[in-house]
């Protein structure tokens, strides 16, 4: 906690500053890039050194914990007992959570034996893991377009507060 709260979000920010990125922009972004590191790179590692399935179960694994444990821990932490949350933010990142399921369970349908062994294997084209990426460069780009989006959506593209979203 301390690295991250000395170091990381420090640094995010000159980087957020410098390139001119908004707050919420840089944290579902640069932030989670950055607090997602050791899970890309343990994954790396067992998949090219230990030739494991680690990787899936450890990204899967983390993710159910960073949903429920994390977000009741950040109302626990909180000094009122509560938070106060944007209603678009919650939406987009609810909506987009799970396409992401849904993207990995379309993706991790496929399996089928390999020679010499008689377990089935999960396998993923490159396509479809152009499809995960392409995902998360959707939820970049609506990020960075929310207050687009929010007026897309919206019946007369009235502001945010107007329609009750802030």
């Keep these: 906690a301390v690295v991250t709260e000395e170091r990381f979000v420090p640094a995010l920010n000159v980087v957020a ?9 840089a944290g579902a972004t640069l932030m989670a890039a950055g607090a997602s590191s050791p899970e ?23 993710e159910v914990f960073n949903q429920l444990i994390i977000c009741a ?17 919650v939406i987009r990142e609810v909506f987009f959570y ?12 496929d399996s089928q034996p390999v020679a010499d062994d008689d ?14 990426f392409g995902g998360y460069v959707l939820y970049v780009i609506v990020c960075a377009n929310m207050d687009f989006v929010v007026g897309l959506v919206t019946a007369s593209g009235r502001s945010l507060r107007d329609n009750g979203f802030a």
Aim: with cysteine.
């Design 40 to 62: 890309l790179f343990s994954s790396i590692l067992a998949l090219f050194v230990t030739h494991s399935a680690l990787g899936l179960g450890t990204i899967v694994g983390s």
């Design 119 to 132: 377990e089935n294997h999960i396998f993923i084209s490159f396509a479809e893991a152009c499809v995960l």
């Design 98 to 109: 799970g396409l992401a399921v849904a993207l990995l369970y379309i993706t991790l349908r």
């Design 73 to 89: 821990g950040a109302v626990y932490a909180s000094k009122t007992g509560s938070l106060q949350l944007d209603r678009a933010i």
């Design 17 to 25: 500053d410098y390139f001119k990125i908004p707050n919420d922009i």
